[in-house]
């Protein structure tokens, strides 16, 4: 597609329950990047994929998050039992190798 | 937690004024990046740069980067309406396209 598609845009769970959020960079970015960004602050970095390789992991607050992207395309951004402190934006981004990236809209999590 | 300092917080100016705003951290980066975030969006780029010294302008945006690599400044000459937003500065330690760290932001407000 034109931009990075996230998908959904808005996801309320409650606490505990499991959430995935998806991603759809622009086709043939070999990077691909999850930022979470908590309200009134700049985004963090949480994970790096290069292609389907995940080769930095080290933004991941708990090992309760978890991502993949198997086929080097989509990606998707697990969480297990969610807590109120995962409320957040969760921002996708995606690169061909050394541009500059570009972010897809987010999904915004709220956990009631 | 975040590295970058970036000030002022918010700013409130008339439109045509001028706008400055700077990005200080206790670490040295390769690259400087420089986004703006509009509600419900992803951050986009505005302007990258890659050598300490180096000044660029991309319309009536003009960013440095500092010489000691640890700071960057983003001017906004004549500002109009569509300015408002959320300006971000950002930090990366490889020149391509890796983990960025962002600061909290900059809102601007532009007053007609």
């Known amino acids: 597609g034109a931009g990075v598609s996230q998908s959904p845009r808005y996801k309320v769970a409650k606490r505990g329950q499991d959430v995935a959020l998806r991603c759809d960079p622009i086709s043939g970015h070999v990077s691909l990047f999850w930022y979470q960004q908590a309200l009134g602050q700049g985004p963090e970095f949480l994970t790096y994929?290069?292609?389907?390789?995940?080769?930095?992991k080290s933004g991941l607050p708990s090992d309760r998050f978890f991502a993949e992207r198997p086929e080097g395309s989509v990606s998707t951004l697990k969480i297990q039992r969610t807590q109120q402190e995962d409320s957040a934006v969760y921002l996708c981004?995606?690169?061909?190798?050394?541009?500059?990236?570009?972010f897809g809209s987010g999904t915004r999590l709220t956990v009631v | 937690g975040q590295q970058l300092n970036q000030s002022p917080q918010s700013m409130f100016i008339q439109e045509g004024e001028d706008v400055s705003m700077n990005c200080t951290s206790s670490s040295i980066f390769n690259t400087w990046l420089w986004y703006k975030q509009d509600p419900g969006e992803g951050p986009v780029l505005l302007i990258a740069?890659?050598?300490?010294?180096e000044l660029t302008s991309n319309g009536r945006l003009t960013a440095q980067f500092g010489i000691t690599r640890k700071d960057s400044f983003l001017n906004i000459s004549a500002s109009i309406p569509s300015d408002v937003g959320i300006y971000f500065c950002a930090g990366q330690y490889s020149t391509n396209a890796g983990k960025s760290t962002f600061g909290d932001g900059t809102t601007l407000t532009v007053k007609p």
């Open positions: 994929f290069q292609n389907e390789a995940q080769l930095d």
């Open positions: 740069l890659y050598k300490a010294g």
């Open positions: 981004a995606s690169s061909f190798w050394d541009n500059g990236y570009t």
